[in-house]
């Protein structure tokens, strides 16, 4: 993928979640170019500002992929700090925060087609999410390093899945074992494509290659697969 100068658009702005737990921010960035949009979470111990979510976002916009990036309640804390050990929401207040992300990023954006997911626990939020109770909005689902290793009750949801599901894996990712991934991947059957980078740990940092040519693979392998599904 080739960086080029273009015009990005970006705007940064604060949604509500519940009455009850109040507003987070966001930020959208697109270019008059823009093919689709993705609501792109975090992982677990991060925010929408750490290299990968930002970084991805960057080269996502760049492959004209908009993004709407956005924190959840525990990660827009004055005091948060990533890596840093603080406690997650329940998972009630994160599923809330994806339905509530993506019902905004419809209203901003109701021109694109919209894909949503992102790095570990959003995209497993997303995913739930879906097979709870369908997500109208959505043409499909993107999970970023899906957090599968053992236990597959985690995968569980995915039989009651509704879109198509893109899963990245790092082949070395310690949270996650590829064989069963790969497994549930062929369950899941037509609807499920995996795409594994290989030596990738968790965070897609691979020994031997820079983090923005990792970034630019990652990119490039969730562009192309929106244009297949909008």
């Not at 991947?185 to 965070?203: C, F, P, Q, R, Y």
Request: with cysteine; charged share 20%; aromatic share 6%.
């Amino acid at each position: 993928m080739t960086v080029v100068d273009i015009a990005v658009e970006s705007v940064t702005f604060e949604f509500t979640v519940t009455p009850e737990h109040g507003k987070v921010s966001a930020i959208l960035d697109r270019t008059e170019t823009a093919q689709s949009l993705l609501v792109l979470g975090h992982g677990s111990g991060s925010n929408m500002h750490v290299p990968l979510i930002s970084g991805l976002s960057a080269a996502l916009v760049n492959a004209d992929v908009a993004t709407f990036r956005y924190e959840y309640p525990y990660s827009n804390r004055e005091d948060f700090v990533p890596y840093s050990g603080i406690e997650m929401d329940d998972p009630e207040v994160l599923l809330a925060t994806v339905r509530s992300a993506i019902a905004t990023a419809v209203a901003m954006a109701p021109d694109l087609p919209l894909f949503a997911g992102g790095h570990s626990v959003s995209g497993q939020m997303t995913s739930i999410a879906d097979a709870d109770s369908p997500l109208p909005d959505v043409c499909g689902i993107v999970l970023l390093g899906f957090p599968l290793k053992g236990d597959l009750g985690r995968a569980a949801h995915f039989k009651s899945a509704t879109k198509p599901l893109l899963f990245i894996q790092g082949a070395a990712d310690a949270l996650a074992d590829v064989d069963q991934i790969a497994q549930v991947v062929n369950d899941i059957g037509a609807a499920a494509t995996l795409h594994i980078v290989e030596s990738a740990d968790h965070g897609f940092t691979v020994p031997d290659r820079e983090d923005g040519e990792v970034i630019e693979e990652l990119a490039r392998t969730v562009a192309d697969w929106t244009i297949d599904h909008i």
